[in-house]
């Protein structure tokens, strides 16, 4: 849910829900129950949308730490701190659509932009 609410870049409730219902499909009021949850423990914030009642809801430093965290130690546990072989298992298990490999190419032009700058 946190890297949903990443990728999207902060969303309302509906948005989140409407995002995850292809893999996760939840009814409102649990996706709701999770937002406060993550609210109380600090890893979610939530601000006044610019019109309706609807909030926008967004991960907090705190989570993007968490989730980082989580991703670093699989990575060494599972993959030997092989970030290679940690995407190609991702992909084999679920392969990208035409979309998402155009998001994974413009990624490593930026990663390969960076480097190149160093």
């Given at each position: 849910?946190?890297?949903?609410?990443?990728?999207?870049?902060?969303?309302?409730?509906?948005?989140?829900?409407?995002?995850?219902?292809?893999s996760?499909?939840?009814?409102?009021?649990?996706?709701?129950t999770?937002?406060?949850?993550?609210?109380?423990?600090?890893?979610v914030?939530?601000?006044?949308?610019?019109?309706?009642k609807?909030?926008?809801?967004?991960p907090?430093?705190?989570?993007?730490?968490t989730y980082?965290?989580?991703?670093?130690?699989l990575?060494e546990?599972?993959?030997?701190?092989?970030?290679v072989?940690?995407m190609?298992?991702?992909?084999?298990t679920?392969?990208?659509?035409?979309?998402?490999?155009s998001?994974?190419q413009?990624?490593?032009?930026s990663?390969?932009?960076?480097?190149?700058?160093?």
């Amino acid at each position: 849910m946190l890297a949903s609410l990443d990728r999207l870049g902060g969303s309302t409730a509906r948005q989140l829900r409407e995002s995850m219902s292809a893999s996760r499909p939840m009814a409102h009021g649990s996706i709701m129950t999770l937002l406060k949850r993550l609210e109380t423990r600090g890893l979610v914030a939530h601000r006044k949308g610019d019109s309706g009642k609807a909030f926008i809801f967004s991960p907090t430093d705190k989570a993007r730490a968490t989730y980082s965290g989580v991703l670093q130690r699989l990575r060494e546990r599972i993959f030997g701190d092989d970030p290679v072989a940690m995407m190609a298992s991702l992909f084999e298990t679920s392969p990208p659509d035409a979309a998402q490999l155009s998001e994974l190419q413009e990624l490593l032009d930026s990663l390969r932009d960076e480097d190149d700058g160093r």
